[in-house]
C-alpha cells in the first residue's frame, strides 16, 4: 500500500532504534524519559511492531486516554443496552463497542438475547439502515475523538436534508488536546514528551499541539502510525527533551497541516457545540466534548428519549484509572491476567484492542 | 484511536469516490475533499476520505527519515 | 416447485423424490445406493480416524467455494491432519424452509465434486427441514472416515528443541474472504477463499519424511491460536518469524482498513506441520511442489525456554509473546 509500505521501511527503523539506544541510554537508572502517546491506534502500533521492546530501557513509554471505547464512562454502556433491549429500537455501533462491559452486561450479551445490535463500518451506513427500517429508531452508538466526529456530523447533516426522523445519534465524543492539559497538569504524572496523535491532527491541525507544547514548556512530536513514523518521533522526542525545544514538531506532515481540514472543523461547528465530558479514569473535563447542537437536536438520542444516564460505580481494584493517565501499568493491576483477560474484561482497557491492557495482554 | 487508511481515487462520482486500496476497492464518501481528482491519493476513516495525502511531504518526510538514520553519530 | 417445503423432510413422497432426483443424482455410489438404514462397507485394516464437524457458513456461497465444498474440505483435512487416509464421509442437512432447490443442487453438486477429487465416498446422508428462520438456509453436518495408512501415526507431544515448523501457504485468506462478502463491508471485488482438501498434499509429505511430528490445519482463531495450542499440548515453546509468514496482497490490505491482525484469521487450505531439523528442507521442497503448498516456508521452530511460550520475532527483531484468540475477531475502526 503505497505511503504505508514506505514508511515500514525495516532497515531505516531498526537504523533509527540503534541511534536511539547509543544517544539516550541512561546509566544507573538516571536519565528516565517518560513519552506519553494519546492515540489507541499508536499504542496498537507500538505493541504489535515491538518498538518497547526494542528501546533503551530508561526510555519509557506510556499509554495516555487516546482509546474512545476505554474513556467512555461505565453509564455509557449501561443506557446503551438499556435502549438495545426495546424492540423497536435497532442499535448500530463500531464493533469496537460490543464487548466492552457495562455494570452488569454487554451489547454482545444482549444480541445473543435478542437484541437489535448491528456492527456497522461506517455511520453513514445508519442512513440506508434508517430508510430500509421506516418502523425502527436507529440509534447510532457515537463515540470517538476528531478523526471520526465529523464522519457522524455528516451523517446527521444527511439525515437533517433527507428529513429522516427515525434516526438520532447517542454521543458521547470526546475531544483532545484540553485532556491532555489535564494529564499535563496532574503532578502525580511526570511526562517529558508526547506523541501526538495524527489522525486527530489531519482534522484539527498540528496548532493545537503546539501551542499546548509552548504553554507548557513541553516536547511534542505529530507522528504517524508506522514503526518508521513513530520511533523517529521517539528519537526526535528525545533530542528536543535534551536540547529543550518546546513545540510540536509535524513528522506527519503527509497528512497533517498546520490549520488541519477546514471542511471538516466547519461541519464540527454547524452540528456540534463544545461540551463538558465524562472521561472514565479521569471524571468529568471541561471543554473536552461534544454535544449535538439545537439546530440538529432532534438527531441527539439524549434529547429524543429524554434519557437519564446513569451513575455507576466500577471495581475499586480496576486499575484502568491510573493506566489511562500513564501512571500504572497493566502488570501493577492484581485483576490483570487473574480475573480479567480478553475473555472476561472487567475494564475498558482490556476489552478494547488499542487498550493498554489488551495490547500488554496480546503482545506482551 | 482512529484506523484510517490511505488510497488512490481511481473514479469519481457526486459526492462518492472508488478508491483503490490495493487490490481493494471501496466506494468512499469525498464530502471533505475539495477539487478532488483521478489519481489522488486520500486518507479513508470510517467510510470517508478525510484527508489528501501530499506526495511532496511524504517524499521529504522519507528523506529525511532515511538521512537521519544514515548520520553518522 | 422451486423451494424446499417442509415435506421434503418428512420422510414421504417429496423426501424420496429429493433424495432419488438431486442427492443420488450427484452422490452415486455402491455403498449409498444400498439404500438401507446403515451402509455396510468393507472391512478397513488398520487404525481408523474419525471426525465430525458442522458448517454453519454465511454467505453460503463465496469466491473460491460455498458450504457444500467447505464441509468436504474440513473434515478431511481433519483426517489429514492425523496422518489418515480419508476413504468415506457422510453428510447430513439441515435446511430452512424456502431454500432455492437450485441453490441445493449447486452445493450437492459441489460436495461430490469435491469428494471426487479428493477421491472420497459419500456413503450415508441424512435430510431435514425446519420452519423458515429456524436456521440460517442451510446447515450441513460431515463426517469422515479414514484409515492410518503409515506406520507412525502423527503423535501429539513429542516434539523438541531444533523442530522445524512450517507453513503451507498465505495465512487469512478464508476469513477475509467471508468478510469481505459480508454487508458490513462492501467491497468491489472479492477476495478468494483458501478452501481446498490437503489430502493429497498430505499424503506427499509423509511419503518424504517419516519424522513430521505433528500437523495441523489453522482454522478458526488463524495460525496464531493453533500454535498456541499446540503449544499448551505439548508444553514447548515454539519461536515463529513474522518476516517468513506470508499474506497475500488483498488480504493483508484489507486487514489494514479493518484493523484486523491476520494471525488471527481462519484458514481452510493450509496446514502447519512440525518436523525434525533434519527432514525439514525435503519436506518443504515437496510441499512447493504441490500446487497447495507452492508458498510453504519455514516460519519457526521449536525453542528452549523456561515457560512453554509462543513468541513470535517482529520484522524489527523484537520477541514477544502471542496469546490465544479471545472472543470473535471483530474489526475496528476506532
Avoid at chain 1, 449535538?292 to 441527539?300: G, L, M
Avoid at chain 2, 478508491?19 to 481493494?24: E, P, T
Avoid at chain 3, 518436523?275 to 518443504?284: I, Q, R, T, W, Y
Wanted: with cysteine.
Amino acid at each position: 500500500m503505497k505511503y504505508i509500505d514506505e514508511f515500514r521501511n525495516v532497515d531505516i527503523t531498526q537504523k533509527l532504534i540503534e541511534k536511539i539506544n547509543e544517544k539516550f541510554q541512561g546509566e544507573n537508572n538516571n536519565k528516565f524519559i517518560n513519552i506519553m502517546e494519546v492515540c489507541g491506534t499508536h499504542t496498537m502500533s507500538i505493541y504489535k511492531n515491538g518498538i518497547d521492546k526494542l528501546l533503551p530501557k530508561n526510555i519509557n513509554l506510556l499509554s495516555g486516554p487516546g482509546c474512545p471505547v476505554c474513556v467512555t464512562d461505565i453509564s455509557y454502556i449501561d443506557t446503551a443496552i438499556d435502549l438495545s433491549k426495546n424492540i423497536n429500537n435497532i442499535i448500530c455501533t463500531f464493533s469496537d463497542m460490543i464487548r466492552v462491559p457495562g455494570s452488569k452486561s454487554t451489547l454482545e450479551k444482549e444480541r445473543s438475547k435478542g437484541g437489535n445490535i448491528i456492527n456497522i463500518y461506517s455511520p453513514l451506513d445508519c442512513i440506508d439502515i434508517a430508510s430500509k427500517n421506516k418502523d425502527k429508531e436507529v440509534i447510532f452508538l457515537g463515540i470517538g475523538f476528531e478523526t471520526t466526529i465529523p464522519v457522524v456530523g455528516l451523517t446527521i447533516k444527511k439525515a437533517f436534508n433527507y428529513e429522516i426522523s427515525n434516526f438520532s445519534v447517542y454521543s458521547s465524543f470526546k475531544t483532545m488536546p484540553k485532556v491532555m492539559e489535564k494529564i499535563i497538569l496532574d503532578e502525580n504524572i511526570n511526562i517529558n514528551g508526547f506523541i501526538c496523535p495524527g489522525h486527530v491532527g489531519s482534522i484539527i491541525g498540528n496548532q493545537p499541539f503546539h501551542k499546548l507544547a509552548k504553554d507548557y514548556n513541553l516536547p511534542m512530536v505529530m507522528s504517524g502510525f508506522e514503526h518508521m513514523d513513530i520511533v523517529y518521533a521517539i528519537y526526535r522526542l528525545c533530542e528536543m527533551i535534551e536540547n529543550k525545544e518546546f513545540k510540536c514538531e509535524n513528522e506527519y506532515k503527509r497528512i497533517v497541516k498546520e490549520e488541519g481540514n477546514k471542511k471538516t472543523l466547519n461541519l464540527m461547528k454547524e452540528v456540534f457545540e463544545i461540551s463538558s465530558s465524562n472521561w472514565r479514569g479521569l471524571g468529568t473535563i471541561e471543554n473536552t466534548g461534544l454535544k449535538i447542537n439545537s439546530k440538529y437536536i432532534n438527531f441527539d438520542t439524549k434529547h429524543k428519549f429524554n434519557l437519564k444516564e446513569k451513575k455507576t460505580q466500577i471495581s475499586s481494584q480496576c486499575l484502568c484509572a491510573e493506566i489511562l493517565k500513564g501512571i500504572k501499568k497493566p502488570k501493577d493491576c492484581k485483576l490483570f491476567k487473574t480475573k480479567c483477560s480478553p475473555k472476561n474484561p472487567m475494564g475498558a482497557c482490556m476489552v478494547s484492542r488499542e487498550g493498554t491492557c489488551a495490547n500488554f495482554y496480546k503482545y506482551e | 484511536m482512529c484506523v484510517a487508511i490511505p488510497g488512490k481515487v481511481i473514479e469519481i462520482y457526486e459526492g462518492e469516490s472508488l478508491i483503490d486500496f490495493g487490490k481493494i476497492k471501496k466506494r468512499v464518501n469525498t464530502f471533505f475533499i475539495d477539487n478532488i481528482q483521478v489519481g489522488d491519493y486520500v486518507l479513508i476513516h470510517a467510510g470517508c476520505a478525510i484527508e489528501k495525502v501530499s506526495e511532496e511531504e511524504a517524499i521529504e518526510t522519507m528523506d529525511i527519515f532515511k538521512s537521519i538514520s544514515e548520520e553518522l553519530w | 416447485m422451486d423451494r424446499i417445503m417442509l415435506s421434503h423432510g418428512s420422510g414421504g413422497e417429496e423426501t424420496h423424490k429429493l433424495i432419488n432426483e438431486l442427492f443420488y443424482k450427484y452422490f452415486k455410489n455402491d455403498i449409498l445406493l444400498q439404500q438401507n438404514d446403515s451402509s455396510i462397507i468393507n472391512e478397513i485394516k488398520g487404525e481408523i480416524a474419525i471426525t465430525t464437524d458442522s458448517f454453519v457458513i454465511n454467505p453460503i456461497f463465496f469466491e473460491g467455494g460455498d458450504i457444500g465444498k467447505l464441509s468436504v474440505c474440513g473434515t478431511i483435512n481433519d483426517l489429514s491432519m492425523s496422518g489418515a487416509r480419508p476413504l468415506y464421509i457422510t453428510v447430513a442437512f439441515i435446511i430452512e424452509e424456502g431454500l432455492l432447490i437450485s441453490d441445493l443442487e449447486k452445493i450437492v453438486k459441489s460436495i461430490a465434486d469435491t469428494a471426487s477429487l479428493a477421491k472420497v465416498s459419500i456413503i450415508a446422508g441424512d435430510t431435514k427441514v425446519v420452519d423458515k428462520g429456524r436456521c440460517d438456509k442451510i446447515y450441513i453436518n460431515t463426517t469422515g472416515v479414514g484409515v492410518i495408512d503409515y506406520s507412525k501415526s502423527i503423535d501429539k507431544t513429542d516434539i523438541e528443541v531444533g523442530d522445524k515448523i512450517i507453513l503451507s501457504g498465505t495465512i487469512g485468506d478464508h476469513g477475509i474472504s467471508i468478510m469481505s462478502q459480508r454487508e458490513y463491508f462492501q467491497v468491489e471485488n472479492c477476495i478468494k477463499s483458501d478452501c481446498a482438501c490437503l489430502n493429497e498434499l498430505v499424503e506427499n509429505m509423509l511419503s518424504t519424511s517419516n519424522n513430521i511430528k505433528i500437523m495441523r490445519d489453522p482454522t478458526r482463531g488463524g495460525l496464531a491460536t493453533t500454535l498456541k495450542e499446540i503449544v499448551n499440548t505439548t508444553n514447548k515453546s515454539i519461536l515463529i518469524n513474522e518476516a517468513s509468514i506470508k499474506i497475500k496482497e488483498d488480504v493483508r490490505n484489507f486487514s489494514e482498513i479493518l484493523g484486523l491482525d491476520p494471525l488471527y484469521i481462519a484458514n481452510e487450505g493450509k496446514l502447519i506441520c512440525i518436523v525434525n531439523g533434519e527432514d525439514a528442507p525435503k519436506v518443504l521442497k515437496t510441499m512447493k511442489e504441490n500446487k497447495l503448498g507452492k508458498d510453504a516456508s519455514i516460519i519457526g521452530e521449536v525453542i528452549n525456554s523456561d515457560n512453554a511460550n509462543l513468541y513470535l520475532k517482529t520484522e524489527l527483531g523484537a520477541t514477544k509473546i502471542l496469546q490465544m484468540a479471545q472472543g470473535e475477531i471483530l474489526p475496528r475502526i476506532c
